[in-house]
Every structure is written in structure tokens, then in C-alpha cells.
């Protein structure tokens, strides 16, 4: 049964990633282009000189950014983005049917589905949301080159804390389920992840390298296509991963042999 939930996983994924490409490309792509205009316009004013220099000393910037552009802005904004999400959708998939073969009847009596749209829910705002609201994706032209590292570091950090104390809210709120009840337990399991991610948001370093005069417009479009592109990712899988696992689970229900 686990490859079988794990096969549906990667489908369902890649189903996902496919309408989250094309949510990306529609609202997003525009202020990514956007923003490329203002990086170069920028990087061409600060480079350019006083005088006219000498053409066999200093070839125009345009030549040199031609020379290295390997992958055009077209290939980049679709087979790159359809490449760069599906694969992320595939992985992304893969690991929510493992997390979904775990949790499956070890939340009380849910249907397939509803299980499925619970971790759907809960592992977008722990993977994603909440990870968002500290460090917030940027648009081009946004950033310093040599922080990329430190602020890499600092988001997928962030990731990996949120996820552990969702897991140990998590098993907490199990535990004070059998003693509480159900929605007590819920309850306290979230009001704990609040509290504790709450105080590793406030103890990590704030990351603002939004430069004086970027377009407002263009910062807030750019990352409400992140969150819209996410949401679309998260909602897909969930209903497509437990429409296939509820046939899958169902299947195995009517093959299991009866006892007596």
C-alpha cells in the first residue's frame, strides 16, 4: 500500500505543480518582469560613465549581458518555471504521502480525504505561511548579492524549526486528546505551536533589503503571486492525493480477507 500512496503522491504533486505554473506564470510573471526592467535600468545607471569610454576597453553592457545569458527570459518564465515547479510539486507530493501514511488512523476515525485535507491545511501553514510572513520571497532587484547565502541559510532554517515544533505540537495535542478530548487537544496543540514559533520569529535576525524608491505595487504583487502560487500547489494535492488514496485505502478494504 505505501508505494502505491507514494506512486498517487508524486501524481498528485505533479498535477499540482502543472496549475501552479500556470497561476505563477499569469500573475506572477508580470512583476518578475517588472522587476528585471528596474534591476537593469538600475545597473545600467550606476555603470554608466561620465564620458563616453573607449569602446575596445569597455564593451557596452548590453553586449556582455547577451554574451552571458545562456537561458533566455522566455525559456526561463515557462519550460523553466514548468520544469522548476513540477519537480518541486513531485517531491512535495512524494513526502505528503509518507506524512499521510503516518498520520492515517492515528487522528481519530477520518475519512481518507478529510485526513488529507487536514495535513494539506496544516502543512501549508507550517511549511510555508508561516516561514513567509518572516522572511517573504522577493522579486528581482530586491536583495543584496552578497547576503544570498546568510539569507538562504536563515529561511530554510526557519523551515526546518517550524516543521519540528509543528511535529511536536503536534504529538502533544495527541496526547492531551485522549486526556481532553479532541478539540481541546487541537486547541492547545495550536495555541503551543503559536507561542513557540511566535518566540523563534521575534529571537531570528529580521532580514529588509527592499531598496528606497522599488514600486510598492510591484513588491506586493510579486509576493502575493508567491502565496497564490502555493495555495494553488497545496490545495491541489491535497484534493487530488485524497481522491487517489481513498480509492487506493477503499480497494484495500474490499481485498482484505474477513476474519472468521
Known amino acids: 500500500m505505501m508505494r502505491s500512496l507514494l506512486v498517487r503522491g508524486m501524481l498528485a504533486g505533479l498535477i499540482a505543480g502543472v496549475l501552479a505554473t500556470l497561476f505563477a506564470y499569469f500573475f506572477g510573471e508580470p512583476s518578475v518582469e517588472t522587476a528585471i526592467g528596474l534591476e537593469g535600468g538600475a545597473a545600467h545607471s550606476h555603470s554608466a560613465p561620465d564620458a563616453a569610454p573607449d569602446a575596445h576597453e569597455h564593451p557596452p553592457a548590453d553586449a556582455e549581458a547577451e554574451e552571458e545569458e545562456l537561458v533566455t527570459r522566455g525559456v526561463q518564465s515557462t519550460v523553466g518555471l514548468l520544469t522548476g515547479v513540477g519537480l518541486y510539486g513531485v517531491a512535495v507530493g512524494g513526502l505528503f504521502s509518507l506524512a499521510f501514511a503516518f498520520v492515517y488512523g492515528r487522528i481519530g476515525t477520518l475519512r481518507p480525504r478529510v485526513t488529507?485535507?487536514?495535513?494539506?491545511?496544516?502543512?501549508?501553514?507550517?511549511?510555508?505561511?508561516?516561514?513567509?510572513?518572516?522572511?517573504?520571497?522577493?522579486?528581482?532587484?530586491?536583495?543584496?548579492?552578497?547576503?544570498?547565502?546568510?539569507?538562504?541559510?536563515?529561511?530554510?532554517?526557519?523551515?526546518?524549526?517550524?516543521?519540528?515544533?509543528?511535529?511536536?505540537?503536534?504529538?502533544?495535542?495527541?496526547?492531551?486528546?485522549?486526556?481532553?478530548?479532541?478539540?481541546?487537544?487541537?486547541?492547545?496543540?495550536?495555541?503551543?505551536?503559536?507561542?513557540?514559533?511566535?518566540?523563534?520569529?521575534?529571537?531570528?535576525?529580521?532580514?529588509?533589503?527592499?531598496?528606497?524608491?522599488?514600486?510598492?505595487?510591484?513588491?506586493?504583487?510579486?509576493?502575493?503571486?508567491?502565496?497564490?502560487?502555493?495555495?494553488?500547489?497545496?490545495?491541489?494535492?491535497?484534493?487530488?492525493?485524497?481522491?487517489?488514496?481513498?480509492?487506493?485505502?477503499?480497494r484495500k478494504e474490499v481485498t482484505s480477507p474477513q476474519p472468521g
Do not use: H, M
Not at 495535513?119 to 501553514?125: E, H, K, P, Q, R
Not at 507550517?126 to 520571497?137: E, Q, R
Not at 479532541?182 to 492547545?188: I, K, P, T, V, Y
Not at 503571486?225 to 491535497?238: E, I, M, N, P
Open 116 to 250: 488529507a485535507a487536514l495535513l494539506t491545511a496544516s502543512a501549508f501553514v507550517v511549511v510555508f505561511l508561516v516561514p513567509f510572513l518572516k522572511y517573504p520571497a522577493n522579486p528581482p532587484a530586491v536583495g543584496q548579492a552578497g547576503t544570498i547565502g546568510s539569507r538562504t541559510s536563515l529561511y530554510f532554517g526557519f523551515v526546518a524549526l517550524s516543521l519540528l515544533i509543528g511535529i511536536l505540537a503536534a504529538a502533544f495535542g495527541r496526547k492531551l486528546a485522549d486526556k481532553l478530548g479532541a478539540w481541546r487537544g487541537g486547541l492547545s496543540a495550536a495555541g503551543g505551536y503559536v507561542v513557540l514559533i511566535a518566540v523563534a520569529a521575534a529571537l531570528l535576525p529580521s532580514i529588509d533589503e527592499v531598496p528606497g524608491g522599488f514600486p510598492g505595487s510591484t513588491l506586493w504583487s510579486f509576493r502575493l503571486a508567491s502565496v497564490g502560487t502555493q495555495l494553488v500547489l497545496w490545495t491541489v494535492l491535497g484534493l487530488t492525493f485524497g481522491t487517489l488514496a481513498e480509492k487506493v485505502l477503499a
